[in-house]
């Protein structure tokens, strides 16, 4: 029979404005099935933390060491609500034996894609030069270009860059595609791939594709994958769409490219340092879009990872090991 479970839910740090939807869509999700409480900061740490079963950290970023050593014997599952953890101390959860999970890629993948192809989108159109032709009332200018044809270079074949292929291929863009598992041949005849390769083959496709776009995790490996010698190999009427991790792209590198004009333009979601600095050079480019690091912000995936936080609790309540562990 399954437990009832004490789960407390940790709202971002920083943000309480992101308890909508983030927040309220885990409580509806778990409903009454487990006792569930919002973490308090103005109040006691070590009580909110008596009894507790489940952590669900809304961000990641929430946890602190002082709450695992609170929370270590007892607590069965720490939940973080997101894809990403390199912002998050895991070898301290291992040294403390608490299993913690993610929400991994498939659970954003969608939101991720959609914004990868505004940006493409935006970028072909000249959509901010398209703007300043408006507020000068200057109309039938830039001249955009159409995406029939044009090859789509995709770093990171998971979730989002799958998804991605998938929204690319009826525009009539010609799709390459890099990973480092091999892309099966289901996948390269079900996406329509010109050309599928792993990790030695990076090179190739940035070097070909008219758009890059990346969409890989954060790691040792990944950390400025597309630097100055890789954004050198970049067509000068390239473009570069990073919606994944900012600290892939070495961004003093990726400055001076935009801004001496190597190449094309950027659409950028994330940064290595976020906020980022109002200043630099890039966000006055008219080459460039931009956006809040709100590529994987939507309805949609905030009901998903809250509906993975909910059954990962009922699994614990069950005796099950829960699903998407990253401490293992």
Not at 51 to 57: A, K, L, Y
Not at 130 to 146: A, I, N, S
Not at 207 to 227: G, K
Request: with cysteine; proline share 5%.
């Amino acid at each position: 029979m399954s437990q009832r479970l004490n789960i407390l839910l940790l709202p971002h740090p920083l943000r309480e404005s992101l308890f909508h939807p983030w927040g309220e869509d885990v409580m509806a999700a778990i409903g009454d099935r487990h006792r569930l409480r919002v973490y308090d900061p103005s109040q006691d740490l070590a009580r909110q933390f008596e009894g507790v079963d489940v952590v669900i950290d809304q961000s990641g970023s929430a946890g602190t060491r002082e709450m695992a050593d609170l929370a270590a014997g007892r607590c069965r599952l720490w939940q973080v609500l997101g894809t990403g953890v390199d912002a998050f101390d895991l070898d301290y959860w291992r040294s403390k034996n608490i299993p913690v999970a993610n929400t991994p890629g498939p659970f954003s993948g969608v939101a991720l894609a959609e914004c990868a192809m505004m940006f493409i989108l935006m970028l072909t159109r000249k959509y901010p030069v398209t703007q300043t032709h408006m507020q000068q009332e200057d109309f039938y200018e830039p001249v955009g270009l159409e995406l029939v044809g044009v090859k789509l270079g995709i770093i990171g074949f998971g979730a989002s860059g799958c998804e991605l292929a998938r929204r690319a291929r009826p525009f009539g863009l010609k799709i390459l595609a890099a990973d480092v598992r091999e892309i099966t041949r289901d996948e390269v005849q079900h996406f329509g791939l010109e050309f599928a390769g792993k990790a030695e083959d990076i090179d190739r496709i940035v070097a070909e594709s008219d758009i890059l776009s990346v969409h890989l995790p954060l790691n040792s490996e990944t950390r400025h994958i597309i630097d100055e010698r890789r954004l050198g190999l970049m067509k000068s009427s390239a473009f570069l769409i990073n919606v994944a991790r900012g600290a892939l792209v070495d961004e003093q590198a990726l400055s001076r490219a935009l801004v001496e004009g190597s190449i094309a333009g950027a659409g950028l979601d994330v940064f290595g340092k976020e906020p980022p600095d109002p200043e630099d050079p890039i966000f006055k480019l008219p080459t460039v879009v931009t956006t809040p690091h709100i590529a994987g912000v939507t309805d949609g995936t905030s009901r998903k990872r809250a509906r993975v936080a909910a059954d990962n609790a009922d699994r614990v309540a069950a005796g099950l090991e829960p699903l998407y562990r990253v401490d293992l």
